[in-house]
């Protein structure tokens, strides 16, 4: 079956390949913000996460280990901006700007005896006859192992926001910081926690770039990847379910641009490149509209400055 | 990125200041468009100031900066780089023409060279390769290669330069596969690893064999490699680390001599403003190496148009052809002028496309 010349399964198994990236740096934003925390250093800490992943990669041989370092290194880039807003009571804003400037110009600095060099192949899962099967089998069966990781952090998130004790305390903290700490959760410490959960999954998410997609190091790669993570999470209304929707949508329009073009379509591929960013302006609007706050799950005390004695 | 080039602005003027007193060697500034590890056209040029440092040695100091956004930009570095002192400024992306025309305009004693443009002055010199004489080589191996005979181009963006390497490798393909069907995706863009490597699998996922790319980085070779059953080809520097399979063949883009030549213009004294546009007879314009991946009978072809091109015997554009609209072109024998050549913005007849606007 071909749609416009296009045929919708190949096209559905390859935006699930491209949204990772940005699907892995939401969700990690989306628990950072459900504790209350705006870290707009998103894109700074996909990009070191992206140059740490690649350099392990190419030392070790091993795509895995490389997943894994990039994750650590942009954790512990995360945690610089975690003293200055949780312990130094930096303004976040500033502070994750600042972040994203500097994880910018420290990836090239780290990156440039890497540049050219080719990174090795990350085969795809083999689930035998499992990828045999029609319709499905390409579309769930057939990818890289990281695809698979970033589906399970968000089903695990959904889980632990929804279903446990830790995703209350997390809700919590992020809806009124005073009352979580009248009860005696520890709101400093949980905040830097998720601040390096979030730094995480982004680190994977450049690395993923890096790794996978485009295989080599390339300074500015990432291209605003980490802002359009950000607007997802607007997008999704702090909600994981919702996140994964927003990350297939955003990666899957501008696979579909390609793919019109490629099929000799005429349509006009602006329209389709703006979309996202249009839906995403209309879901500011609604959520600037005051009444309606509440009905978009914004985190209470999400950019709040929280101090134990104030 | 912005972080790096203040830095490497502030890098650049201390050392200017620091070798002013010294003999005075003549100064050359390069403005690159990516990164000089892109490993296509910016590395390239890179090599071609190599070249210039090592043939010249202390008489000439060389300057640059990488990854300048074509535009606004460009002005301000440009501006910088001339007041700095450098005495020749080489441009090297088609977006620099209207900051080069005006920064040399502020500037009349500093001499311009901008690559791949048409806009001249006193002190602005043009230059460029007859890459679309490489593209009919490609054309032809894609044609004969291709068994799904549908070929993908990855083109930049849509000026001359891109539409006549389309044009190209199409008559060259068609010519000796008539069933060859080429899609082609505009990415905007001269350098975006993701956005090329995207594009890449787009068209593999729409059946292409063939990759074609008018983009600087790689990224379409990887995708290919990834693929597997996919041939590629070189751009503008020979990407030799993806031989034989994907990358078949090349372009190569051999900017030394000419650099090495306006620049010993200058220390003479017998700069003027010129255009050039040279290919594979003089050199500028390189094939790579041909792997093994190509059928030994379409190699000899290959080398045989290579050597009917270089010595004249052949013009890539030769009629009868006709435009996309039906109009006709060129008559039968006709040769199309460099007038022609220098604004194409239509495509040939059997691209069944439209140039994006």
Not at chain 1, 144 to 150: F, G, L, N, R, W
Request: a negative charge.
């Amino acid at each position: 079956m071909m749609v416009f010349g296009i045929d919708p399964i190949v096209l559905i198994a390859s935006l699930m390949a491209a949204s990772t990236p940005i699907l892995l740096a939401a969700i990690g934003e989306l628990v950072v913000e459900k504790t209350g925390v705006l870290n707009l250093g998103v894109e700074g800490m996909m990009i070191t996460g992206a140059v740490c992943g690649f350099i392990v990669t190419m030392e070790t041989g091993s795509p895995g280990a490389g997943f894994v370092a990039a994750a650590v290194g942009s954790a512990l880039l995360s945690l610089i901006f975690a003293v200055l807003t949780q312990v130094f009571l930096a303004n976040q804003v500033a502070t994750g700007l600042a972040l994203t400037l500097f994880g910018l110009g420290l990836s090239a600095l780290m990156g440039q005896s890497y540049v050219g060099l080719k990174s090795p192949s990350f085969p795809a899962v083999n689930f035998g006859p499992l990828a045999d099967i029609p319709v499905v089998g390409p579309i769930l069966f057939n990818h890289d192992p990281m695809v698979y990781v970033a589906l399970f952090t968000v089903v695990g998130v959904w889980a632990v926001l929804r279903y446990s004790r830790l995703g209350l305390i997390l809700r919590a903290v992020g809806e009124n910081h005073d009352a979580a700490h009248a009860l005696g959760y520890k709101v400093v410490r949980i905040r830097i926690l998720a601040i390096m959960f979030g730094g995480a999954c982004a680190g994977m998410g450049g690395a993923y770039l890096s790794l996978v997609r485009v295989h080599q190091w390339v300074e500015g790669m990432t291209a605003g990847a980490g802002w359009i993570a950000l607007a997802i999470v607007v997008f999704a209304s702090w909600r994981a379910g919702r996140v994964l929707l927003g990350a297939y949508l955003f990666g899957g329009v501008t696979l579909l641009q390609l793919n019109l073009q490629a099929a000799g379509s005429n349509f006009p591929v602006q329209y389709l490149s703006m979309s996202p960013y249009l839906i995403t302006i209309l879901v500011l609007v609604l959520m600037s509209a005051g009444r309606r706050r509440n009905a978009l799950h914004a985190p209470g005390s999400l950019g709040r400055v929280f101090h134990a004695s104030s | 990125m912005k972080l790096k080039s203040l830095l490497l602005g502030g890098a650049v003027a201390l050392g200017l200041a620091t070798t002013a007193q010294a003999e005075d060697p003549t100064k050359v500034g390069f403005v690159f468009v990516g990164p000089i590890g892109d490993g296509g056209w910016t590395y390239e040029h890179n090599e071609g100031r190599l070249a210039v440092e090592e043939h010249f040695g202390d008489k000439v100091e060389t300057v640059f900066q990488e990854s300048v956004p074509e535009g606004a930009d460009a002005e301000r570095v440009l501006t910088q780089m001339a007041l700095g002192g450098a005495d020749l400024i080489f441009t090297t992306s088609f977006g620099y023409m209207d900051p080069t025309i005006n920064v040399a305009a502020k500037f009349p004693d500093v001499k311009f060279e901008h690559a791949t443009g048409y806009k001249r002055a006193d002190n602005v010199s043009t230059y460029s390769a007859r890459f679309y004489e490489g593209r009919a080589i490609q054309g032809h191996i894609a044609g004969k290669m291709t068994e799904s005979n549908i070929i993908g181009y990855i083109a930049s963006y849509p000026i001359p330069e891109v539409i006549r390497g389309i044009n190209s490798a199409y008559i060259h393909a068609k010519k000796v596969n008539p069933d060859v069907e080429f899609k082609i995706i505009w990415a905007f863009t001269w350098f975006d690893p993701a956005k090329e490597a995207d594009a890449a699998k787009a068209l593999i996922d729409q059946g292409a064999d063939v990759i074609l790319q008018h983009t600087d980085s790689t990224a379409p070779q990887a995708a290919a490699e990834e693929a597997g059953g996919v041939i590629t080809f070189g751009q503008a520097s020979d990407m030799g680390e993806y031989a034989p399979m994907p990358r078949v063949s090349s372009i190569i883009d051999n900017w030394a001599p000419y650099y090495i030549a306006r620049t010993a213009a200058v220390i003479d004294g017998t700069w003027e403003s010129v255009d050039t546009w040279d290919g594979i007879s003089t050199g500028m314009v390189g094939i790579g190496e041909i792997s093994d991946a190509v059928p030994a009978d379409v190699k000899a072809e290959a080398l045989a148009l290579k050597d009917a091109i270089a010595a004249g015997e052949y013009h890539p554009f030769t009629g009868p052809l006709k435009k996309a609209d039906g109009s006709d072109w060129l008559a039968e024998g006709e040769v199309a002028d460099d007038g022609t050549l220098l604004g194409m913005s239509f495509y040939v007849e059997g691209i069944d496309a439209e140039i994006p606007q």
